[in-house]
């Protein structure tokens, strides 16, 4: 967590092969993401990352079913068109532009799972979504970590979401990790006064604001 600009989504992007740090490394498992082209292979497989915006992250031009089946032929994981197909459903057909906003997004969460990853980098996957939608993506990825195992790097600006979903926290202010600790403790007895300050921004109703 942070506010924009801090460092988020760079740290987010270099952990799912997107991005090439200037700097230091990335170990997963004792390898280092960027510095074994052939371990680097091996690990994308293991990795999805779920957008922040559902619409500038699916092609517009392409039906769901071929975004979701994407994964699969760019990672060699399916060795024909029939076994493609039959990890895509039917009913997918459909382009982008035909869904809501919050249909968008499963159909992104849909898109990462479908390679069978055991890391997701999800970047603010439900800021784009109204409120009620934002809790129904957030419970379907946590029935789907319980079912698949799955490990998240979730990152966010909302207290709320954080506090629902995290299990630890750390917490970035000018590209640099200045807390980072159990959830509950960080949120309710933060020890940076950066973090206390995040914290402190939140509005709540009932509570007079400055002006």
């Known amino acids: 967590m942070g506010e924009s600009g801090s460092g988020k989504s760079t740290v987010a992007r270099m952990i799912a092969g997107l ?3 200037t700097a230091g490394s990335i170990v997963i498992d004792g390898h280092d ?23 500038a992250s699916l092609n517009p031009r392409w039906k769901v079913g071929q975004l979701i089946a994407e994964p699969l ?12 197909a039959e990890r895509v459903q ?13 249909q968008r997004q499963r159909i992104a969460i849909a898109r990462s799972l479908v390679s069978r990853p055991e890391f997701i980098v999800c970047d603010e996957p439900t800021s784009s979504l109204d409120v009620s939608v934002q809790a129904q993506v957030l419970n379907l990825m946590q029935d789907l ?15 709320a979401v954080v506090r629902h979903m995290c299990d630890t926290v750390s917490v970035m ?21 950066y973090t206390r300050a995040l914290i402190a921004a939140v509005p709540h109703l009932g509570r007079a604001q400055p002006g």
């Open 19 to 21: 991005t090439r740090p």
């Open 33 to 55: 993401r960027w510095a074994d082209p052939a371990s680097a292979a091996a690990l994308r497989r293991r990795f999805q990352m779920i957008f922040q915006d559902p619409y």
């Open 73 to 84: 032929q760019v990672l060699g994981l399916s060795s024909s068109a029939a076994e493609t």
């Open 90 to 102: 039917e009913a997918l057909r459909r382009y982008p532009h035909q869904f809501s906003g919050g």
């Open 145 to 159: 970590q319980d079912e698949f195992g799955l490990t998240y790097l979730l990152i966010s600006h909302n207290l």
């Open 173 to 193: 202010q000018q590209d640099r990790l200045v807390e980072l600790g159990d959830a509950a403790q960080v949120l309710t007895a933060p020890a940076h006064d």
